[in-house]
C-alpha cells in the first residue's frame, strides 16, 4: 500500500516531468534570444527545486530519511526515485536525441488524464536525462536533500 510520502514522490515526479516538457519547448523556440531562452530555463530549474523541496516539506524524519555524518556536517538523503516498496517512480525513456519520461503510480493505476503519451523532455539545469539512483539529480543540487 502506498504511503503518503509516496504519492509526494508521485506529484513531484509528474510536476518535473511537465516543467522538463516545456524546457524542452523553451530550448526548441528558435525565435527566442539567447539571453531570454536562458533566463527561462533558469527559472524553470528554480520551480523544479523549489517543487521538490515542497514534497519534502511536510515529511516527518522517518525510515525513508537516514542521517550522514561522513566527514560532513549532517546531510539528509531522500530518494525520490523510488516508493517505499522499492518500485522506481520514474522510467526516462531514451532515444537518438533525447528522453522521455513515464511516471509510475505508486498504487500501480494509471492516471486519469494521463494518456501515457511520451513527449520530449531537457532538464533545465543540464539538458541529461533524470537520475535513478541516489545521488545529486539532475534536477538541480539542492545541497543537503538527495532530489532524485
Same mark, same amino acid.
Given at each position: 500500500?502506498a504511503t +503518503?510520502e509516496?504519492y509526494?514522490k508521485?506529484?513531484?515526479?509528474? /510536476?518535473?516531468?511537465?516543467?522538463?516538457?516545456v524546457?524542452?519547448k523553451v530550448?526548441?523556440?528558435? #525565435?527566442l534570444?539567447?539571453?531570454?531562452r536562458?533566463a527561462?530555463?533558469? #527559472?524553470?530549474s528554480?520551480?523544479?527545486?523549489?517543487?521538490?523541496?515542497a +514534497?519534502?516539506a511536510?515529511?516527518?524524519?522517518?525510515?525513508?530519511?537516514?542521517y550522514e555524518?561522513?566527514?560532513?556536517?549532517?546531510?539528509? +538523503?531522500?530518494d525520490?526515485?523510488?516508493y517505499?516498496? /522499492?518500485?522506481p517512480a520514474?522510467?526516462?525513456?531514451?532515444?537518438?536525441?533525447?528522453?522521455?519520461?513515464?511516471?509510475?503510480?505508486?498504487? /500501480?493505476?494509471?492516471?486519469e488524464?494521463?494518456?501515457?503519451?511520451?513527449a520530449? #523532455?531537457?532538464?533545465?539545469?543540464c539538458?541529461?536525462?533524470?537520475s +535513478?539512483?541516489?545521488?545529486?539529480?539532475?534536477? /538541480?543540487?539542492?545541497?543537503t536533500?538527495n532530489?532524485?
Open positions: 500500500m +503518503t509516496d509526494g508521485y506529484f513531484c515526479a509528474l /510536476g518535473s516531468r511537465s516543467i522538463r516538457r524546457a524542452a530550448n526548441a523556440a528558435s #525565435e534570444d539567447v539571453e531570454v536562458t527561462m530555463l533558469k #527559472e524553470l528554480q520551480a523544479v527545486q523549489w517543487q521538490q523541496m +514534497t519534502l511536510c515529511w516527518r524524519l522517518s525510515d525513508h530519511l537516514t555524518k561522513d566527514g560532513e556536517e549532517g546531510t539528509f +538523503t531522500v525520490l526515485a523510488t517505499s516498496d /522499492g518500485q520514474f522510467t526516462p525513456v531514451d532515444w537518438m536525441d533525447g528522453y522521455a519520461t513515464i511516471v509510475h503510480h505508486p498504487d /500501480g493505476l494509471q492516471p488524464g494521463d494518456t501515457g503519451e511520451l520530449e #523532455e531537457r532538464c533545465p539545469c539538458g541529461e536525462m533524470p +535513478t539512483g541516489s545521488g545529486v539529480g539532475d534536477d /538541480g543540487d539542492l545541497g536533500p532530489m532524485n
